[in-house]
């Protein structure tokens, strides 16, 4: 199996802050990777795939970016609603895998 | 829209089997895979296992296969969970997403969830 290794595990952010999380595929996924958020107590939602490409209706403040074993979601400026848990996961291979999550939490 | 939704929350004991549901509308259920995802409390996702409802293709994570049974029934638009000997480890909230429609292997839109509760 591919292993996805998320950092950190959790961060304290402010509304308006800009933040990063890593996501470490165990090979080369070629791109193949998928970004979700979740609520508590709501399903996940897709928000990015291919890596970098916005998934429709989500917001411009997210996006992705990397490539072959390395990538991140970005918030540009964070707003009420983002803080939430997010995962990414691997499709390059089709015994798929999710990261462990992030917990994205208000300072 | 495309919706999926899933069948209410379910208390067993162990042992007993059980039977879930994910009923796909608004879009050719047919034509889409359909994915389970565990959540047990606290933790993160996992996948299950997939299903094409076209021609019943079914892949299982290893981590899954044996353990659980994976079905459609095309003529209702309906994916099936099953578990035949449930066990208090099973308790989790259990989630099925459809495939994705620009990229294979992505999942949009996903259901509300389902929490299964194993529990003597």
């Known amino acids: 199996d591919i292993q996805m290794t998320q950092s950190p595990s959790s961060l304290s952010a402010s509304v308006g802050d800009r933040v990063t999380i890593t996501c470490r595929a165990s090979q080369g996924i070629s791109n193949s990777l998928a970004w979700y958020q979740q609520k508590p107590g709501k399903a996940p939602k897709l928000l990015l795939y291919?890596?970098?490409r916005l998934e429709s209706g989500v917001p411009s403040r997210f996006s992705g970016s990397g490539s072959g074993t390395d990538y991140t979601l970005t918030i540009s400026s964070l707003q009420p609603e983002d803080f939430a848990t997010y995962y990414c996961?691997?499709?390059?291979?089709?015994?798929?895998?999710f990261g462990q999550g992030t917990k994205l939490e208000i300072k | 829209e495309v919706q999926l939704v899933q069948s209410g929350a379910e208390v067993k004991k162990p042992g007993e089997s059980l039977k879930i549901s994910c009923k796909g509308s608004g879009y050719s259920f047919t034509s889409y895979w359909i994915g389970w995802v565990r959540q047990m409390p606290g933790k993160g996702l996992e996948w299950m296992g997939i299903i094409y409802p076209g021609d019943s293709d079914t892949r299982y994570s290893p981590s899954f296969q044996g353990q659980v049974t994976i079905s459609a029934d095309k003529s209702i638009s309906t994916a099936y969970l099953q578990w035949s000997s449930l066990k208090a480890s099973d308790t989790a909230m259990y989630y099925c997403?459809?495939?994705?429609?620009?990229?294979?292997?992505?999942?949009?839109?996903w259901g509300q969830g389902t929490l299964v509760t194993v529990s003597s």
């Open positions: 291919a890596a970098s």
């Open positions: 997403a459809r495939g994705g429609t620009a990229v294979a292997g992505t999942w949009s839109p």
């Open positions: 996961q691997q499709y390059y291979s089709t015994l798929y895998t």
